[in-house]
């Protein structure tokens, strides 16, 4: 079974600094799609970013990027310029091939990211 | 565009009562996942439903637990005679088609069952 490991339960980081969340992942699949959740205190679960794993090239949205290391398993988040708003639970997720047709998601148990004014 | 309901937002039961978790879907979707949430945990996957179909139920418990995704209305997790472990927040999300490239997930913004 895939599992997703997130080994940082609390981060900080300083305004308009950047912090790295770090994942990892245990599969035995060679095609997959990894996520990064946004969790605010509103309880909504928002899509950051998505990496498609036969993708070579790490996914950037805007000022959100990641660090994807298919044969080490790792799938960090970086943000940077970070503000006030980022503050927010976030959870790495794995997608599996096996599940092609179910979109079931295997989640991290998450980091809680403070952002310090 | 309304995305995924889900009502009531808090939930308050007694141990032993029963308590009925509803999804509406984004309009014209017609795939559904049911996600639990335990304090300070990810999301465990419980139950993926189509229309009127269980396609994948391999995260539910055996007992108490069961859901549905009728032809019409909203889909339905209900869990029978709650006890006090099953306090947590449950998350609906829904797709349009198969295949995260196609159709990635909507997530509700859950509802928070808690069990006294």
């Known amino acids: 079974a895939q599992t997703v490991t997130q080994s940082q339960p609390e981060m900080s980081v300083q305004e308009a600094e950047t912090v790295t969340l770090s994942c990892t992942y245990d599969?035995?699949?060679?095609?997959?799609?990894l996520f990064w959740y946004k969790q605010p205190p509103s309880r909504q679960m928002i899509l950051v970013i998505r990496?498609?794993?036969?993708?070579?090239q790490n996914a950037t949205e805007n000022r959100f990027s990641v660090n994807f290391q298919k044969a080490a398993k790792s799938f960090s988040l970086k943000i940077s310029d970070s503000q006030l708003g980022d503050a927010a639970m976030y959870f790495c997720?794995?997608?599996?091939?096996?599940?092609?047709?179910?979109?079931?998601?295997?989640f991290g148990t998450g980091t809680r990211l403070t952002i310090i004014p | 565009n309304a995305g995924v309901m889900q009502n009531p937002r808090h939930l308050v039961r007694r141990r032993g009562q029963e308590a009925r978790l509803r999804c509406s879907p984004v309009?014209?979707?017609?795939?559904v996942y049911w996600y639990r949430q335990l304090p300070e945990e990810g999301l465990k996957f419980m139950v993926y439903?189509?229309?009127?179909?269980?396609?994948?139920e391999s995260g539910m418990p055996k007992e108490r637990f069961s859901a549905e995704f009728p032809k019409e209305g909203p889909s339905i997790l209900r869990i029978q005679q709650v006890v006090r472990g099953d306090s947590a927040a449950y998350f609906c999300?829904?797709?349009?088609?198969?295949?995260?490239?196609?159709?990635?997930?909507?997530f509700g913004n859950g509802t928070r069952l808690t069990v006294t």
């Open positions: 309009k014209g979707h017609s795939h």
């Open positions: 599969t035995s699949e060679s095609d997959y799609y």
């Open positions: 997720a794995y997608h599996g091939s096996n599940n092609f047709g179910n979109e079931k998601l295997t």
């Open positions: 439903l189509q229309k009127e179909n269980i396609i994948d």
């Open positions: 990496q498609e794993a036969y993708k070579q």
């Open positions: 999300a829904s797709s349009h088609s198969t295949g995260i490239s196609n159709s990635p997930l909507h």
